[in-house]
């Protein structure tokens, strides 16, 4: 059974998703190419993300309004989970650097058998 994928991500600014992409242990290759989306078709993107395994899955931005549309297409599913650690790191980076500017600190951080992450901050007023 083949699996597609497609998980839209507001973004602020590429320099933000080049380093989720980092922290998720892949690389972002920004050449135009085309990859395969959830039905199987050929789409161009702006973008691939290439883990270490090789697995890959594309990015399309939309600088207008942010979003950036992860697609690619398996049979292992492995190009969702590329793309889902990814949306993860970026919005964990997001979220833990807001809560900081409002003075919030880490104070314990835990990685579940599923994957996520449960961090707990505290604030001292």
């Known amino acids: 059974m083949s699996q597609g994928v497609e998980i839209v991500l507001v973004i602020q600014g590429l320099a933000g998703l080049a380093?989720?992409?980092?922290?998720?242990?892949?690389?972002?290759?920004?050449?135009?190419?085309k990859?395969?989306?959830a039905q199987g078709q050929l789409e161009e993107v702006?973008?691939?993300?290439?883990?270490?395994?090789?697995?890959e899955v594309g990015?399309?931005?939309d600088e207008q309004t942010g979003q950036a549309v992860f697609v690619g297409h398996d049979e292992t599913?492995?190009?969702?989970?590329?793309?889902?650690?990814?949306?993860?790191?970026?919005?964990y980076t997001k979220v833990t650097e807001e809560l900081r500017k409002k003075g919030y600190q880490i104070a314990r951080e835990e990685k579940q058998a599923d994957g996520t992450v449960k961090v707990v901050l505290s604030k001292w007023s």
Do not use: F, H, P, S
Not at 19 to 33: D, F, M, N, S, W
């Open 59 to 61: 990015v399309k931005l």
């Open 19 to 33: 380093q989720a992409v980092t922290e998720a242990g892949a690389e972002l290759i920004r050449e135009r190419r």
């Open 46 to 55: 702006a973008g691939v993300i290439r883990d270490q395994d090789g697995t």
């Open 77 to 91: 599913g492995k190009a969702k989970a590329l793309a889902g650690r990814v949306a993860q790191r970026y919005a």
């Open 35 to 37: 990859v395969k989306n």
